[in-house]
């Protein structure tokens, strides 16, 4: 009988090295995606936790890091953060790392 | 005025060599008509440095791109950059290989295949005999291949009548879900015989009425940016917000008819970029030598070109009393260049009134105008 391995993922989302990050005016940016032409516009505090997905950093840390950068940032945004990440995943546009 | 960071798509003459030699070719005899190409790898480098800028698509265009035998290797370069690609050809060097690469690539969004007409005799008349066999053959194997493609119907003295079996060929026959027209303009070869060429008033109307009558029967599987169609669509508008007393569009009044030098830069095959691949006379920098962002965002050519759109029509003594200026915007830079050596003037082959003028109607209007 075969012996299943179960892979455990880390808890620091990467993106997707294929996507290309656009900026535009006034921090907006554009996530494009070349394989489908998919293009998801973002906020500046979306291309803030982007540059900060590498796989190095967990949720809660990039949280930590937008109140050192920021004022005035609500408990909330830890949520944000998360619902964003979540979208990215599903489209692909993140990912987590396996642990071997 | 607010800029992009950087262009969001880049045209590139990859080569300036072409196996065909069409009548009204815009490139041939044009400042873009250069003597050498740009080598695989100064391409590639500069491939590199659209990915590092982000721009997310390329036109590769000639000349006629499939002439290089290093195609699919400055493609991978497209792809490995993270961009995606389209291509402008005459369709006449398609294989099976080449069209099997495309379609692998994932990238393409699309072939523009140039056919102008219903039947060899219409096609071949300016772009040379068996070419459109070899064109047809050459759209028909991108498409087994499953690589998008769309087609150019350059409207010309020849084909005005054809226009309607051209139509049908198109979208019936080959089951094109749509295609674009433009028209033989006064740029590159077409202006050594323009008057063999180019469309008169009478010839002009004749393909607006057609035209009209087609989108009519096929909606919106014909586009136009220029040309025949596209000024029906664009003077009927005018016509009509002008009889009702609309307010003009924003930009309207002033020389705005030309977005492009917002969003796009192009590069000449020797690897000059310029702001448009018809105004490449207008040199801003060399690729690998001078920074694409730097260039973008700080020629002082580009940047009067953009501020091209703040010069209001008034200032014109052609258009001063014209009863059409609120809703005009003065027509394409490069063909205004090319009739009077400026880009800051109206374009007078897209003028709606000296169209009217010169005995010249609309499908419909004629009593109101």
């Not at chain 2, 003037?345 to 169209?355: I, Y």
Request: charged letters at 25%.
């Amino acid at each position: 009988m075969r012996k299943e391995t179960q892979l455990a993922t880390t808890d620091k989302p990467m993106a997707n090295p294929l996507i290309m990050l656009r900026e535009e005016f006034d921090d907006w940016a554009i996530l494009f995606d070349p394989d489908t032409g998919h293009a998801f516009g973002i906020n500046p505090t979306g291309v803030f936790v982007w540059k900060r997905l590498d796989g190095r950093h967990t949720i809660q840390d990039i949280f930590s890091e937008l109140q050192q950068s920021c004022e005035d940032v609500p408990g909330e945004a830890h949520h944000h953060i998360q619902a964003f990440v979540d979208s990215l995943l599903r489209n692909g546009l993140a990912g987590y790392e396996y642990q071997l | 005025m607010r800029i992009m960071r950087s262009p969001a798509k880049v045209e590139i003459a990859i080569t300036g060599k072409c196996n065909l030699r069409c009548l009204y070719c815009a490139h041939f005899t044009s400042p873009g008509d250069v003597p050498e190409d740009l080598s695989t790898s100064e391409w590639l480098a500069f491939f590199e440095e659209l990915g590092r800028n982000a721009v997310l698509r390329v036109t590769l265009e000639g000349g006629e791109p499939f002439m290089r035998p290093d195609l699919p290797e400055l493609i991978e370069g497209i792809v490995k950059n993270r961009m995606r690609f389209e291509i402008l050809s005459n369709g006449t060097l398609i294989t099976e290989e080449l069209a099997a690469f495309l379609a692998g690539t994932r990238r393409c969004d699309f072939v523009q295949v140039s056919i102008d007409g219903s039947q060899p005799e219409t096609h071949d008349t300016c772009r040379g005999r068996g070419n459109f066999a070899r064109a047809v053959r050459g759209l028909e194997t991108l498409k087994r291949h499953g690589v998008a493609v769309t087609v150019r119907v350059t409207i010309n003295r020849s084909n005005v009548e054809d226009l309607p079996e051209v139509t049908r060929f198109l979208l019936e026959d080959l089951g094109l879900p749509r295609f674009s027209t433009n028209s033989a303009d006064y740029l590159g070869v077409c202006r050594a015989q323009a008057d063999k060429l180019r469309l008169s008033v009478a010839e002009r109307s004749r393909a607006m009425a057609l035209l009209w009558e087609l989108q009519k029967k096929y909606p919106g599987r014909l586009t136009a940016q220029s040309g025949p169609l596209f000024e029906v669509q664009d003077w009927l508008k005018i016509t009509q917000a002008r009889r009702e007393g609309w307010e003009p569009e924003q930009g309207r009044g002033y020389l705005a008819g030309c977005g492009g030098v917002f969003s796009k830069l192009a590069v000449r095959a020797d690897g000059v970029m310029t702001p448009c691949i018809h105004l490449s006379h207008i040199e801003l920098g060399r690729v690998n030598r001078d920074g694409l962002a730097e260039v973008w965002q700080h020629h002082p050519e580009l940047t009067r070109l953009r501020e091209r759109r703040r010069i209001p029509l008034s200032d014109f003594a052609s258009c001063r009393d014209c009863e059409y200026l609120r809703y005009c915007s003065g027509g394409c830079p490069a063909i205004a260049y090319t009739h009077t050596g400026w880009e800051d003037k109206p374009d007078l082959d897209g003028c709606l009134r000296r169209f009217m003028e010169q005995g010249g109607h609309l499908p419909h209007v004629r009593a109101q105008v």
